[in-house]
């Protein structure tokens, strides 16, 4: 077993963190007693650690600011063409560290909170992540600001402040208990709020249709007010932003209609306007019509688009001197991709603001419009797909309502005439969906409205065309495109895992933190004995770091030797987490029923959150831990079988249990996981995965060698298959006995003594009506574990191709996929140039 990890060991130099200066050094170590003194001159005088905190954060941040001012101002004299961000969510997770990477800060300011006595990690646990994401969707976005920094795109990301982000999960006897992320309580160094762009968005109102255009009045008022936060580049001196904006009533918020409840009540109704971003909603692949949720939607759109039109006209040296008047040519400054259709209304508010404010023709602006708009699909899930109900449209946007059937009437009429008389392919393709009640399909709206429509990965693009989309395929073949995900390497391999990122730097030198297909240089390492040695003990590292971590938290005693099976991921029928469940069990009863064999030890981790109203996520959380209650307390097992739920799942918690993974987990229902990116997270960081044919997994076989994944199960046309025929889960059940054994257990109560019909319903869902045939799946997937369990005995043997893995991960890299948005989409160059620093003479 390795040695734990002395002082001297955490604080040794690693190159990947930037060179330490003297010079550098002494200045952090001044700027720091700078912000301390006047953090503390205020009212205090000793420190806490908070304290220390934020004068380490507003340290870094000073060597952003000067390299945020230079690369805004670069942007405004070269007038380049602007890409737009637009999101609901940005899971950005904490900053200080990935700042610090990206200014090659990280040696010299550990080395200078070192000599002033303090532990850098210590200082880093004290920010909170900034969880305005619920998964992948949210967590993708991030990814993406990074890299159209690192790549030189003049690049925004828009999206809203929530004042809380997505709950903190805490286990309460087994069950998930949420409590609000008050994430702002102590204020964040990172943002600046902007109060000079501060704007208008209109709510409710009726349309009065004039002489002189269509006039949308009486509305309801609520301010937008942004904050900017820096998103710097890697090591390019350049500097993006991402601007959050947040509701903020105005001054004479119900105050002009001398309301019956007076003054004091209307001060306090205030609190109505300002709820649009009070919170995250918490559903990951799921839709809730709430009419919050579609003010939050219009807000975040309406505030921005106002900000890039501003923008567009201003542009060009000093506003005064220039300013464009025609709006003709905003496709050739500006590209707006919506991230999903939670942004839709972009499309119908452009042309509001091109038809009835700039008074162009509605050809000319629905020209402009497309030519604009990009949309990117994220699911498949019917239950996912936006649809609103047209009579909240009717009293919330009655004029967008307007132009949404004017947009329809259009559209219908063009298949109309490439398909005379095809009536249902016209009911299939309308934005309108007629029914009990009459909704708008977001997902139609985008495609309609947009240029370019593209899936996350190539097997997702390739269903979207096949089926959901494929009326529109059909009509516009040339629309549909492939961007597959990727992950940005600073976060996910340099800062989450340094001694990784530094075993390969030796090897193949640094470049490849920027061009990650060099990673396929390792190829040539691949039988060298002191490179399996040295990925070998990086990873028992990372194992000791996080068990040590967990003993820690969670005061759990974990065997650092024993495979560490890890799956990470929200809590979702689809992605069945109840399959391994199934596989726990039936390896726990074959240890019971020979113990005396010589088992591969295993520690099973699963961890995620659940949506709060999702009823049976919420069931298959209490599973897991019920099992885990059993398992883990008996004698019998031993440390050869542990199960562990991490709790409170997030960003930060990604970046401490990625790093000590063995196996990856990514075993959704094939067809319906349209990505997934904790994949290639495991992937560059050391793990093997076991997984179905699904998402990314796909391009992730072909990259490293099918070979050298564990892949198992149905692929998309033998799911097919089994849906025409009918899936029959009690066939499986009778005719497999340890999957029957596994399944009586669960509902005769073995796991929930006192509550013996505890399950009765997750047993019910699974046996008969289970959409992501988790039986159908079992055999296969339980011979594939077997075969892990084999190749772990062969210590040598699974490092070698770990480093396949990793070799093949260059593909996965966001730098990758934003390239691609940059050219096929967006019609933008990315560029690997420096831009001069701030202290550089210009």
Same mark, same amino acid.
């Not at 670069?74 to 997770?93: A, T």
């Not at 309406?302 to 688009?305: D, E, F, S």
């Not at 940059?822 to 831009?835: D, N, Q, V």
């Given at each position: 077993?390795?040695k734990?990890?002395t002082?001297?060991?955490k ?9 330490a200066?003297?010079?550098? =050094? ?5 700027n720091f007693n ?8 205020k009212?205090r005088n ?16 000073d ?8 690369t805004?101002q ?20 904490r900053? @200080? ?5 990206n200014?090659?800060l ?7 909170? %070192? ?6 990690e ?8 900034a ?5 992948? @969707? ?19 990301? %828009? ?7 997505i709950f903190?999960q805490?286990?309460?006897?087994? $069950?998930?208990? #949420?409590e609000?992320?008050?994430? !702002?309580?102590y ?25 002189d255009? =269509? ?6 008022? =609520?301010?937008?007010?942004p ?9 390019n ?7 959050? $904006? ?11 209609d ?10 306090? +109704?205030?609190?109505l306007?300002e709820?649009i ?6 559903n990951?692949n799921?839709f809730?019509?709430?009419?919050l ?7 975040v759109v309406?505030?921005?688009?106002q ?10 040296f000093?506003?005064? #001197? ?17 991230n ?6 972009? /499309?119908p508010?452009?042309?509001? &603001? ?8 509605? *050809?000319?602006?629905w ?13 498949v ?9 047209v009579?909240?449209f009717?009293?919330l ?5 307007e /132009?949404i ?6 559209? !219908?009429?063009?298949?109309a005439? @490439? ?16 029914? +009990?009640?009459?909704? /708008? ?11 370019a429509?593209?899936?996350?990965a ?14 529109f395929y059909?009509v ?14 600073r ?8 001694g990784?990122?530094e075993?390969?730097a ?18 040539d390492?691949?039988?060298d004995?002191?490179f399996i ?5 990086v990873?028992?590292?990372n ?6 971590y967990?003993?820690?938290? %969670? ?9 560490? +099976?890890?799956?990470?991921?929200? &809590? ?6 109840l399959?391994?469940?199934?596989h726990?069990i039936t !390896?726990?009863n074959? &240890?019971?029923?020979?113990?005396n064999k ?17 009823h049976?996520?919420?069931?298959i959380i209490?599973l897991?831990?019920?099992i ?15 199960? /562990?739920?991490?709790?409170n799942?997030?960003?930060?918690l990604? *970046? ?21 990116t904790g994949?290639?997270?495991f ?6 995965t076991?997984?179905t ?18 892949i ?14 009918g899936?029959?889960? =009690?066939?499986?059940?009778n ?12 509902s ?13 319903? !997750?047993?019910?869902?699974l ?7 988790v ?13 892990v369990?084999?190749l772990?005995?062969n210590?040598k043997? $699974?490092t ?18 934003i390239?691609q948005?940059?050219?096929?989409? $967006? ?11 701030p202290?550089?003479p210009?």
């Open positions: 077993m390795a734990p990890l002082d001297q060991d604080r040794k130099q690693i190159s990947v963190r930037g060179l200066g003297v010079e550098n =050094v002494a200045d952090l170590k001044t700078r912000h301390l003194h006047f953090t503390l001159v009212d000793v420190a806490t650690k908070r304290d220390y905190y934020f004068a380490l954060a507003n340290t870094v941040r060597h952003l600011v000067g390299r945020w001012i230079r805004q670069h942007y405004y004299e070269k007038d380049p063409k602007r890409v737009y961000y637009l999101s609901l969510e940005f899971y950005m997770g900053t @200080l560290q990935n700042t610090m990477v200014l090659a990280e040696n010299a300011c550990d080395e200078a909170t %070192y000599q002033l006595g303090l532990d850098m210590e200082l880093q646990d004290i920010e909170e992540d969880g305005l994401g619920n998964g992948g @969707l949210g967590r993708l976005a991030a990814c993406f600001l990074d890299s159209m920094a690192s790549l030189g795109l003049a690049a925004y990301g %828009y999206g809203i402040r929530y004042e809380f982000g903190n805490k286990i309460v006897n087994g $069950w998930q208990v #949420e609000a992320d008050d994430w !702002l309580r204020g964040n160094p990172w943002e600046k709020a902007r109060p000079e762009y501060m704007r208008p968005v209109h709510f409710y109102g009726r349309v009065e249709h004039t002489a255009g =269509v006039k949308w009045v009486d509305t309801q008022v =609520v301010l937008a007010l904050y900017d936060t820096p998103v710097p580049g890697y090591r001196n350049i500097v993006n932003t991402m601007r959050l $904006w947040s509701a903020k009533a105005p001054c004479d918020f119900n105050l002009k001398f309301n019956v409840g007076g003054y004091i009540q209307a001060v306090l +109704d205030r609190n306007a709820n971003s009070r919170v995250l909603y918490p990951d799921f809730e019509g709430k009419e949720r579609l003010k939050q939607e219009y807000f309406a505030a921005t688009l900000d890039i039109v501003r923008r567009f006209k201003a542009s060009k000093g506003s005064t #001197e220039f300013v464009r008047l025609d709006l003709s040519t905003l496709p050739d400054k500006v590209a707006i991709q919506l999903d259709t939670h942004p839709a209304m972009a /499309i508010e452009l042309m509001r &603001i091109l038809v009835d404010m700039e008074k162009l023709t509605w *050809e000319k602006a020209d402009i419009v497309v030519r604009t708009c990009a949309y990117t699909n994220h699911t899930l019917p239950e996912a797909l936006e649809r609103w109900p009579d909240l009717q009293n946007l009655p004029r967008h309502l /132009i059937y004017e947009i329809n009437r259009r559209h !219908l009429e063009r298949i005439k @490439l398909y005379p008389g095809d009536f249902d392919r016209m009911r299939r393709m309308s934005l309108i969906e007629e029914g +009990d009640v009459k909704k /708008i399909n977001m997902a139609h709206l985008c495609i309609v409205g947009s240029h429509v593209n899936g996350v190539r097997i997702h693009s390739e269903i979207i065309k096949d089926t959901v989309f494929k009326d059909e516009d073949p040339k629309k549909f495109q492939n961007k597959t995900n990727g992950i940005t390497p976060r996910w391999l340099v800062m989450c895992n340094p990784l990122a075993v390969i030796e090897r193949i030198g640094e470049d490849y933190i920027r061009d990650l297909d060099q990673l396929k240089n390792l190829l390492f691949v039988d004995d002191a040695r040295d990925v070998a003990k990873k028992q590292e194992k000791m770091k996080f068990a040590a967990l003993e820690e938290q %969670y005061k759990v005693k974990i065997n650092p030797n024993s495979m560490f +099976d890890v799956h990470v991921k929200r &809590i979702h029928e689809y992605k069945r987490q399959l391994n469940c199934l726990i !390896l726990y074959r &240890i019971k029923k020979e113990p010589s088992w591969t030890p295993r520690t099973v981790m699963i961890g995620g959150k659940a949506a709060p109203g999702y049976t996520a919420k069931m209490k897991i831990t019920s885990g209650d059993i398992i883990n307390n008996d004698p019998v097992v031993g440390d050869r079988l542990k199960v /562990i739920f991490l709790e799942y997030r960003v930060t990604a *970046e401490k249990a990625i790093p000590a993974a063995d196996l990856s987990e990514q075993i959704s229902t094939a067809g319906t996981e349209a990505s997934g994949n290639m997270k992937m560059l960081n050391g793990a093997l076991i997984g044919m699904d998402g990314a997994n796909v391009e992730m076989a072909e990259e490293a060698g099918e070979e050298n994944l564990f198992f199960g149905m692929r998309v046309p033998d799911v097919e298959a089994l849906d025409k025929k899936y029959d889960a =009690v066939s499986y059940y005719r497999i006995p340890e999957l029957k054994q596994a399944m009586d257990q669960i005769g109560g073995f796991f929930s003594p006192d509550q013996p019909g505890l399950f009765k319903d !997750l047993v019910n869902m046996m008969h009506h289970d959409r992501f045939k039986f159908a799946d079992y055999e296969d997937y339980i011979k594939c574990q077997e075969k369990n084999v772990y005995k210590p043997e $699974w070698k191709m770990v480093i396949h893995n990793i070799a093949g991960c260059g593909k996965f890299s966001s730098d990758r996929t390239s948005y940059a050219r096929e989409i $967006w019609g933008m160059e990315p560029s690997l140039e420096k831009i001069a620093a202290d550089d210009r």
